[in-house]
């Protein structure tokens, strides 16, 4: 049997966007996606919105039921920003309450909270004065996080700041996934080097507050894999790795970043505005922890256009032949576990073996129901093999002394997501949007149980 370090986390992640609902009532206000789903609900998958989610907002006591249940341990989910502070000042005592509660019942039920600030939900009242393109944005992150520490530091002791800020930044200026949907570089690095001052000045607030407890961030990084041995393909390999991976993962656990982006965007006329102090501030306010959402590899080849600095980026998802390759058939997505291993030796390598955990790893299955037995439970066995494997290649890496404290998956129960709305299922739960938001438990949450009772499982 494989067995795991004493004390791990076991668990799942999901975000307040995704899961909580009433998303304009009880005093939240709006989030660039409320807005964009007013203006263009034909955007999203059967136009479902952000107010169509597993109503967690109702339900929390029979969600942390469920998790232990199924012998979670942890679960990360998020605050959201314009339901504790509607106007960006004032605080929503309703909230308060509504997060005090959900928080206490995890806690009563042996669950550990860890508690993410950002998950790409970006208030309404900041978006018009520019969200991550106004320096503003960074005091007004940091106030919400002092906001948050205040409110909720004597139940939360794992704090994260930020869940996937490139996946944001990419998907908003780049990708057009995320509003305001445009494509530009210029103020994409803009933007991104924004949302790292507003990740520093939270993790300052954070040591300001005196909370007993840890900060990180939640990355989605990995070390890139060229797409062939030849030399441009490495290179662009090198941009990708700075770009995607190091330009996060540098500031936020050896307080800087790296000379190589700099250069690179200097280069390519692509240098952020910045402000004098902000280089000392970066170096002073390193993480404790970092999360690792990992999905699948990213494969890199040379840019087509020469005037892009790291890889197109529709090469990620632009079809293309590779020995072995492995597809996930129900969501298209590689599978290769083996970079787990590769990420643990890369924490432990060159990241000064800093505390980390899976905080997301997961399979994203369309029309899902496909699989439902005859008791109405879905036979996932295709996701017990998927996490095996991945188990499989981090324990190598734990092994080879990477400190790992944790697995969690994406997801609890199955939620909403953005554009997607619930094209893709991931959770050890299903719910029936269409029969009061019935849970029910899948293959592999039972399995799930078996796996947190032995700390371990059997090849
Ligand atoms: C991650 C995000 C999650 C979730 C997940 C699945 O990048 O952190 O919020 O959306 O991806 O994505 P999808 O539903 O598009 O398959």
């Excluded at 797409?227 to 990708?240: H, P, W, Y």
């Excluded at 501030?281 to 999905?295: A, H, Q, S």
């Excluded at 969690?408 to 009061?436: A, I, K, P, Q």
Aim: hydrophobic share 35%.
């Amino acid at each position: 049997m494989l067995k795991f370090p004493k004390e791990f986390l076991w668990g799942a992640a999901a975000s307040a966007p995704q899961t909580e609902g009433h998303s304009l009532m009880n005093g939240k206000s709006a989030t660039t996606w409320d807005k964009w789903f007013e203006i263009s609900p034909e955007k999203f998958n059967d136009k479902q919105g952000p107010s169509d989610t597993s109503n967690t907002y109702e339900l929390y006591r029979e969600d942390v039921a469920n998790m232990k249940k199924i012998g979670m341990n942890s679960y990360r989910t998020s605050i959201s920003w314009a339901r504790l502070l509607p106007d960006g000042q004032h605080l929503n005592n309703e909230a308060v309450e509504f997060y005090r509660a959900y928080f206490q019942e995890m806690l009563d039920n042996g669950i550990k909270p860890i508690i993410n600030l950002f998950h790409f939900d970006m208030p309404w009242w900041l978006m018009e004065k520019g969200g991550w393109e106004n320096r503003e944005s960074v005091d007004d992150f940091a106030f919400y996080a002092k906001t948050a520490f205040e409110q909720f530091g004597d139940l939360i002791t794992e704090w994260t700041t930020f869940n996937e800020p490139m996946v944001h930044i990419e998907c908003g200026y780049l990708y057009k996934f995320h509003y305001p949907a445009v494509v530009d570089m210029k103020r994409a690095v803009q933007v991104g080097y924004h949302t790292l001052m507003a990740h520093v000045l939270a993790v300052k607030e954070f040591r300001n507050s005196g909370i007993n407890g840890r900060i990180g961030i939640i990355l989605n990084v990995l070390p890139a894999y060229g797409r062939s041995d030849e030399s441009a393909d490495l290179q662009a390999k090198k941009a990708s790795d700075l770009i995607n991976t190091q330009s996060f993962l540098d500031p936020a656990v050896l307080g800087k970043i790296p000379a190589g982006l700099i250069e690179l965007f200097r280069q390519n006329n692509l240098l952020p505005v910045t402000e004098v102090e902000d280089t000392e501030l970066i170096k002073m306010n390193t993480v404790d922890f970092i999360g690792i959402n990992y999905y699948q590899p990213r494969r890199v080849k040379a840019p087509t256009n020469p005037k892009v600095p790291a890889e197109m980026p529709e090469d990620l998802y632009e079809p293309y032949d590779w020995p072995d390759k492995k597809i996930n058939p129900y969501r298209g997505w590689e599978i290769y576990p083996r970079a787990l291993f590769d990420i643990a030796m890369m924490m432990k390598d060159k990241y000064r073996n800093i505390p980390w955990y899976v905080s997301e790893n997961g399979m994203g299955v369309a029309d899902e129901s496909r699989f439902k037995d005859d008791s109405g439970m879905i036979k996932d066995q295709y996701r017990i093999d998927f996490i095996k494997e991945h188990l499989e290649q981090l324990h190598r890496g734990i092994e080879a002394g990477s400190n790992c404290f944790g697995y969690h998956m994406w997801t609890f129960v199955d939620c909403w997501s953005w554009l997607n709305g619930y094209r893709n299922r991931y959770g050890f739960y299903s719910v029936d949007l269409d029969n009061n938001y019935q849970r029910t438990v899948k293959k592999s949450g039972l399995w799930f149980k078996e796996l947190t009772k032995n700390n371990g499982f059997e090849l």
